[in-house]
């Protein structure tokens, strides 16, 4: 009597705790949540679960991560990307100029909320549009893998600026660098980059390069650089940012205490920019790599640099190559640099500049006293 009892109870536990029959949808939610469900789930024996146990729940979850994606592409009417489906365990994500568009973004979006594999996306020339943009920043709100995402060449405009800044003012995700060359955006846009990264503290490295940031832009982004407390990296190159947005924009990078890397190429700061440059080398005491190449900067532009290299001690790496400078202005700098015992150059770029042996002697002169110090330049 109490065997068959014991035996009943067993059975009827058992019947209680198999899963209902789920449609679609419903599938569809449960498999988008998977890593809460599969914890909920667990059989108390799994406490002592073996590597290979482990091991198949995250082929499970990948596995559900694939089916969810081809639900999401199913209903956004999108075609999968293979490369994405073979891909999803990958810590590089390389989706650049695959044609997505909004709809095929927003299904990789939905896919990559429960990934924890992908650490850097790559999404480059897609036509991902604001819909795109959107569905991104909700999948890194949850996502805290990803930690470098390329947009680029995606024309995002001032509706995209927008929504990428209202997220990175709200420093909620694990996001450490951001690609936003090429994407139209203008001195509007910049007001709204300005004050984003003025609070946000998360990202390191932020590219901007291919843009069309002017004077205006320049200032905007000088005073954010005043304020911000994290970025590590920051490219400016391509824009439209000439003398007195240079000067605006170095009265901020003058006290900017975080900043090690900066490319201003192929703006158009010219001597006046370079003089504000100058003041930037003398009191910046974190910036280690600066690239003004192709600026419009001659001899006496470049004059008020080397004033600035004399007492210098943090620049390491200085790029001048294709500015209208002689050799008369390449042994400016390098004098400088001799002049300097606390200098840490180690390489200066003017491989523009044709010398001659008397620079070659002087050279000799300064490898005497900083012997790391590689200078490129032309010879004939």
């Avoid at 994405?84 to 979006?109: C, V």
């Avoid at 990803?146 to 997220?167: K, T, Y």
């Avoid at 609070?199 to 940031?213: A, E, G, P, T």
Wanted: overall charge negative.
């Amino acid at each position: 009597m109490d065997d068959d009892e014991s035996l009943e109870h067993e059975t009827t536990d058992e019947t209680e705790t198999q899963p209902a029959p789920q449609n679609s949808d419903e599938m569809f939610y449960c498999e988008f949540e998977a890593p809460p469900a599969a914890e909920k789930n667990k059989p108390a024996r799994e406490s002592s679960e073996t590597d290979l146990e482990i091991e198949d729940t995250e082929k499970y979850f990948t596995a559900g991560q694939r089916e969810l994606y081809m639900e999401a592409c199913k209903l956004l009417g999108v075609a999968p990307v293979s490369y994405f489906l073979r891909n999803m365990e990958e810590s590089y994500m390389n989706l650049n100029h695959h044609g997505l568009g909004p709809n095929g973004t927003k299904a990789i979006a939905i896919a990559l909320v429960s990934n924890t594999t992908v650490i850097t996306l790559e999404l480059a020339d897609n036509c991902i549009m604001e819909m795109g943009v959107l569905s991104l920043i909700e999948m890194l709100q949850e996502n805290y893998y990803v930690q470098e995402m390329n947009i680029s060449d995606n024309d995002l405009g001032l509706e995209g600026a927008r929504i990428i800044s209202d997220f990175l003012q709200r420093n909620v995700s694990s996001l450490l660098k951001l690609q936003l060359s090429g994407n139209n955006f203008k001195d509007e846009s910049a007001v709204l980059f300005s004050q984003a990264l003025s609070v946000n503290y998360r990202i390191k490295n932020m590219d901007l390069s291919y843009n069309q940031f002017s004077d205006k832009g320049g200032e905007l982004l000088g005073q954010m650089l005043a304020l911000n407390v994290g970025l590590l990296s920051l490219d400016l190159s391509w824009n439209h940012i000439c003398s007195q947005g240079a000067v605006a924009f170095c009265n901020g990078l003058r006290v900017n205490v975080t900043l090690k890397t900066l490319d201003l190429s192929m703006n158009g700061f010219g001597n006046e920019g370079a003089a504000a440059l100058g003041e930037v080398v003398r009191f910046n005491s974190s910036l280690a790599h600066l690239d003004v190449s192709s600026n419009n900067i001659n001899n006496e532009g470049v004059s008020k640099i080397s004033k600035g290299l004399e007492f210098n001690e943090s620049l390491k790496f200085l790029k001048l190559f294709l500015n209208p400078m002689s050799m008369d202005g390449a042994i400016l700098l390098i004098l400088s640099i001799k002049r300097n015992p606390k200098s840490k150059m180690e390489k200066l770029d003017i491989s523009n500049v044709l010398v001659s042996e008397q620079f070659m002697k002087i050279l000799d002169g300064v490898h005497a006293v900083h012997p790391q110090l590689d200078v490129v330049y032309k010879t004939t």
